[in-house]
């Protein structure tokens, strides 16, 4: 409820409300101010325009907290992998309090919005300027607070995967345990995205023409939001890969043994119930290495089914094209 009252304050609604006390309670000439552009469009394009605007601050808001929850949630499933258990998993994750690096983003992207403003009209009064301020002031630093949550909980599983782990046998678990980083890392990932899905989607369908700068912007969010989720990948993936390579060495190293043929001593035309026990237990043992030859084979490099790759490159994809989509259709039709 906090989350949402927030959001009414620092968009729309709330400079309705600002507006109309400013007005002497104006209802005309305020929705006129406010919302005429926005009424002005087809009610399907207006109407997800004011949810989108409004749904982003919800969204941004709720994350701050939701963020550091996910990490929680999967702490006591990193902490067996670790000779320290969970104390080692908070230590890991605990640059996610640092304030300095929230406090210099939020002053950098408070800059960068600031210098996007239009030129604010003569006729703004004290409570115009208070939610233009809390826009300046409060929500960059929401904004600088989410991506560094991502930043951090990405980092976190970074250090952890390049540290010495306990795995758990592959038999036992073809991921070796190391699925719940995975987990952590496309959560955190998926959720990031999430936020610039809302964004993409307003700046889609605003009808004025956007800054080139801010679609730049969202250009570079959208590319370090996918490149910073390899950053941890790999590490893992390569221990897993390490992993599956030393089970495939020491299962080739049996295989002199399993298929070494029978010595019989003294061979007779009809063989000994000892000669078939023995035939049976070889045969039985191909088997068995040949099953976990299979099993190696198979087994997964990456702590996540693989189809979650396709899914981040597909949203990069979409959210670069549309992006430059936005772009175009500023350049060539609404310049």
């Known amino acids: ?161 390049r540290e010495a782990l306990r795995l758990r046998p592959a038999f036992e678990d073809p991921m070796l345990g190391l699925r719940p980083l995975g987990s952590l890392a496309l959560g955190a990932t998926f959720y990031f995205f999430g936020a610039l899905a809302i964004i993409i989607a307003d700046v889609t369908l605003s009808p004025d023409p956007v800054r080139p700068a801010y679609l730049a912007f969202l250009i570079v969010l959208v590319l370090f939001g996918a490149g910073l989720l390899f950053l941890p990948l790999i590490s893992i993936h390569r221990l897993m890969v390490a992993e599956k390579r030393r089970a495939s060495i020491t299962a080739s190293s049996r295989a002199g043994e399993v298929y070494a043929p029978l010595m019989v001593r003294n061979p007779t035309s009809e063989p000994s119930l000892h000669e078939v026990r023995d035939l049976l237990l070889r045969t039985h043992g191909i088997l068995l290495h040949r099953e976990e030859e299979r099993r190696i084979q198979t087994l997964p490099t990456w702590p996540f089914e693989t189809r979650a790759m396709t899914r981040i490159a597909a949203i990069t994809l979409t959210g670069v094209v549309a992006v430059v989509g936005r772009a175009a259709v500023d350049y060539f039709l609404l310049r």
């Not at 004290?126 to 560094?148: E, K, Y």
């Open 1 to 161: 409820m906090t989350c949402i009252i927030l959001a009414l304050l620092a968009t729309g609604p709330g400079y309705f409300l600002a507006h109309l006390i400013e007005s002497g309670g104006d209802w005309n000439q305020t929705v006129a101010a406010v919302f005429g552009g926005a009424f002005a469009l087809p009610l399907w394009r207006s109407i997800p325009l004011i949810i989108l605007s409004v749904g982003f601050d919800v969204y941004l808001l709720w994350l701050v907290r939701h963020s550091r929850l996910h990490i929680a949630r999967y702490a006591k499933e990193i902490a067996p992998l670790r000779a320290d258990g969970e104390a080692g998993v908070r230590r890991i994750f605990g640059h996610l309090y640092w304030r300095l690096p929230v406090i210099g983003l939020s002053a950098a992207f408070g800059l960068f919005f600031a210098l996007l403003l239009e030129p604010i009209p003569s006729d703004f009064g004290f409570f115009d300027f208070l939610i233009v301020g809390l826009n300046l002031l409060f929500l960059p630093f929401v904004d600088a607070q989410v991506i560094w949550n991502y930043v951090a909980t990405v980092w976190g599983v970074h250090r952890i995967g």
